[in-house]
């Protein structure tokens, strides 16, 4: 007998230990499988999200800055034959076909082939009595019978001399110089133009058309004595371009390669970005044309450039977001594996007892719990690679990734286990570690404070890099509050003890003393406790603040609830805007002309704003961003005129200077940046004394308050009806606008994510911690019922044990949650992401945030029943043993 137990193995008990702990390898398994899924799929979800709003980025933006594109001469400037110049226009195909097969790859794959056309200048066209004055350019395009339908007349034929050339135009070109189809008309006094056909796009978002201005719409600009003149552009058979550029008219050619939006990833930037870089350094050869060579142009690295700050932006949320939940997981999977060496403890003893090495009791344990954590983490794994093939992943399998997430997952748990085995070993000696943990966490807590405080979150770095500290700090600042509440709860208790001693009952001074000698040990959970609720209330402030920044932004931008841009807007057309049913109020503003200051220092440039002050005020009340109009403003009376200046121009000109020697006096001043001007100089006069500095002339932008209860959607459409050309946009149209961008859901969905996951880890943990406690508290509730203690005294004994650990962990959560939301989002620069001039302030959705704490005490209130229903049955009964 003796001699088989000498032969047989160490690891012999591993199967027996297995078998009677399945409930603790289980959730291992668990654990493992959800960390290896998250940690193998999030990079390929943040970069399918990078890749969408990316794409979102480019579609959003206008063909001019995004296409690679170029002007050039089509023909020389002396009068070319007419045969000629129509042989080097449409020798311009194989030209542009030829550059794009000369691309760098990367480039060639991500544009389309070349469109192009050739111009006229603006040619003034003779004058209707009834009609605005009225300018044409006569445009040339081979594409142009393609993108369009004709629904009056037809298309124009190829011209047959230089006496007359047909033309089309759009309905809305039609209408504006009053031109009838048949009707022959006179540019330049010498080239007949018959219009032969009226048209409509067969899709007005395609990007042909933000090539070809004042086509779809004709452009308005306002003259000198307060009118108005009308620029359009009238499109020629592609057989005409010979006969309009006969007598010597100057045309111009204009080519653009399409960016195909759908091509361009997230991670093929930086190659775009260089192979655009390399394409524009050398001129392109155009051998038919006259220019010979052409230098394109593109705003397109800068867009990509932008989208980069966005994704760094996002991912900088979501390592903020991410980082409670993923230490969660780690701490959780120790205190597993902890609790499944705690069941095996005798096993592993007999094992350093038969004489066993440290590393042998350490592989056994690892062992141990690489039993569940290995399946748990292939399992993981697998199923990372299917969210990778999905759209949610980018449909681009990364089987490397997962794997090593998968291998990670496994050996977290398997680690721990082999660390804390060395605790339970006969005649192991504990190292006092714990000062030396503490102190580390508080420094490099004050450390990343300071550090984030003083230079802020950096969320545009180079390359779209995610600055670490955002995700290092909220288990920092968990950390550390978990170090400070675990030495200020003993002393808490140790007074609850005090005070129990010297009332009546068993129930208060068992369960505090407990709680009091098990602080400590209750150190895992308390930390995955707080990290779960301190990522779920800042996952709650992170949404409403982009909520909120969006909303702000978006009104900032517009100024009004709804805007309307035009040239040369009259009185009338302001007051009829005004009557619009669900309008409050509305009020026009002027920009007009700079005006020179004269100040002790010399003269400065500045444009001026002019608008009703009292109007104003009331449309911009609570805008972001609102101009001031202070009472001081308003006034007529005294020697200067009062005005509202930009920081820049009161800077230079102080508070008092003068305008072609009126005197003027500053009386409040507004940040550079208004969406009225480009111009960083600027004051705002109102209407009753403008006159003195400028000629206001007519209103080219109308502001509009809606009534409460009104659609600022159907108000704008009532005022595109009253100005239909003029350009309308409404606050919640841009709101809509910035959330079209796919980075705006996906932020959203990673902090209700992070929140739930924080939460439900958090929770999950202070159930299992409790549960597992259940089986020693049962066998205190017999005992106790020996010396007759009633069921509800077993029940108010694990009460008073379990309340302090769950207040601990609500108070200490939110406390963390504070100090996150402090040091992360003030410092944090947003608005690449909001499309704001300016930083987001932090905003709290009450009712939301009311939910969240009110659903957090409802599942802590869960929690303190399961663990009383653990840790004491309803009804117990005292052994005969007992006894």
């Known amino acids: 007998m003796s001699g088989r137990h000498t032969r047989r193995r160490p690891g012999a008990p591993l199967g027996r230990i297995v078998a009677e702990h399945r409930a603790p390898l289980v959730a291992i398994a668990v654990v493992t499988l959800l960390a290896a899924l998250l940690a193998g799929s999030v990079l390929s979800v943040l970069g399918a999200l990078a890749t969408a709003g990316t794409r979102a980025d480019l579609d959003r933006a206008t063909a001019t800055d995004r296409d690679l594109q170029a002007t050039f001469a089509v023909v ?192 093929g930037r930086p190659g775009l970005v260089d192979a655009v870089g390399r394409f524009l350094a050398t001129r392109q050869p155009l051998p038919s044309t006259a220019a010979g060579s052409v230098a394109f142009s593109t705003g397109l690295p800068g867009l990509l450039d932008a989208s980069v700050a966005r994704d760094a932006t996002v991912g900088t949320l979501a390592a903020a977001l991410g980082s409670g939940p993923a230490g969660a997981l780690v701490a959780l999977g120790a205190l597993l594996a902890r609790l499944v060496l705690d069941r095996a403890e005798a096993g592993l003893r007999l094992l350093g007892a038969r004489g066993a090495s440290d590393r042998v009791v350490r592989s056994v344990a690892a062992g141990l719990v690489a039993v569940a954590a290995v399946p748990g983490a292939a399992a993981g794994g697998v199923l990372a690679v299917l969210v990778q093939l999905t759209p949610l992943g980018g449909s681009v399998p990364a089987p490397l990734q997962a794997m090593v997430a998968a291998l990670l997952a496994a050996v977290v748990p398997c680690a721990a286990a082999a660390v804390l085995a060395r605790t339970v070993q006969v005649g192991a000696r504990r190292r006092a570690v714990r000062p030396v943990v503490e102190a580390a966490v508080l420094v490099a807590t004050v450390a990343a404070v300071v550090v984030t405080t003083r230079s802020g979150v950096t969320t545009s770095a180079p390359g779209g890099s995610v600055d670490p500290l955002a995700a290092v700090l909220p288990l920092l600042l968990a950390g550390s509050g978990v170090v400070v509440v675990l030495r200020l709860l003993p002393v808490v208790l140790g007074r609850l003890v005090a005070v129990a001693r010297r009332r009546r009952g068993v129930a208060m001074l068992v369960g505090v003393v407990t709680a009091a000698r098990s602080a400590v040990a209750q150190a895992v959970p308390l930390v995955v406790a707080v990290i779960g609720i301190a990522v779920a209330l800042f996952a709650t402030v992170v949404g409403s603040t982009l909520e909120d920044g969006v909303a702000q932004a978006a009104r900032r931008s517009v100024a009004a609830d709804v805007a309307v841009s035009s040239v040369a807007l009259d009185p009338d057309q302001v007051a009829r805007v005004a009557r619009v049913p669900g309008v409050a109020a509305a009020v026009g503003v002027s920009t007009t002309d700079e005006v020179s200051f004269d100040t002790p220092d010399g003269a400065v440039q500045a444009v001026v704003l002019v608008a009703d002050a009292d109007r104003l ?120 606008s910035i959330d079209a961008d796919p980075r705006v859901p996906g932020t959203r969905a990673v902090a209700v994510s992070a929140a739930v996951l924080g939460g439900a880890l958090g929770l999950g943990t202070l159930v299992v911690a409790g549960v597992t406690a259940g089986s020693s508290r049962r066998a205190r509730t017999r005992l106790l019922g020996v010396f007759g203690t009633t069921p509800g005294d077993a029940r108010a004994v694990v009460v008073a044990e379990t309340l302090p650990l769950l207040v601990a962990a609500l108070v200490t959560g939110t406390a963390v949650a504070v100090g996150v939301v402090a040091t992360t989002l003030p410092s944090a620069d947003l608005r690449s992401f909001t499309g704001a001039v300016v930083r987001p302030v932090v905003s709290v959705d009450p009712g939301l945030l009311a939910g969240v704490a009110g659903g957090l005490l409802v599942a802590l209130t869960g929690v303190l029943v399961l663990t009383v229903r653990a840790g004491a049955p309803a009804h117990h009964r005292p052994t005969r043993r007992n006894r």
């Open 76 to 267: 020389a400037g002396d009068a070319e034959p007419p045969a000629t110049a129509q042989t080097v226009f449409d020798g311009l195909g194989d030209d542009l076909d030829a550059v794009h097969r000369s691309m760098p790859g990367a480039l060639r794959t991500a544009t389309g082939r070349a469109g192009w056309y050739a111009a006229t200048g603006y040619l003034g066209l003779d004058a209707l009595p009834s009609k605005v004055p009225a300018s044409v350019s006569v445009a040339t395009d081979p594409a142009f019978a393609d993108v369009v339908r004709f629904t009056e007349g037809r298309a124009p034929r190829p011209a047959r001399d230089s006496a007359t050339v047909e033309v089309a135009v759009s309905p809305a070109v039609a209408a504006a110089v009053g031109w009838r189809v048949g009707q022959v008309r006179t540019v330049a006094g010498e080239l007949s133009l018959e219009l032969v056909g009226v048209y409509r796009p067969l899709d007005r978002h395609d990007p042909t058309w933000g090539h070809v201005p004042t086509t779809l719409r004709p452009a308005t600009a306002g003259t000198g004595d307060g009118g108005t003149t009308v620029s359009a552009t009238a499109f020629a058979a592609a057989g005409s371009f010979g006969h309009v550029a006969d007598d010597g008219r100057t045309t111009q050619g204009h080519a653009w390669f399409p960016v195909r939006t759908d091509t361009v990833t997230a991670s």
């Open 617 to 736: 005020a009331a449309v911009q009340r609570d805008v972001p961003g609102a101009l001031p109009a202070p009472a001081a403003l308003r006034t007529t009376r005294g020697e200067r005129v009062p005005l509202v200046a930009s920081r820049s121009l009161a800077e230079a000109t102080g508070r008092d200077s003068s305008v072609l020697g009126t005197d003027t006096r500053v009386v409040a001043t507004a940040p550079d940046a208004v969406p009225f001007t480009l111009a960083k100089r600027w004051v705002l006069v109102d209407t009753r004394t403008a006159e003195a500095l400028t000629e206001t002339g007519s209103v080219d932008r109308v502001l509009v308050r809606t009534a409460d209860g009104a659609s600022p959607d159907r108000v704008a459409a009532a005022v595109r009806r009253l100005v239909p050309s003029g350009d309308v946009d409404t606050a919640v149209g841009v709101a809509r």
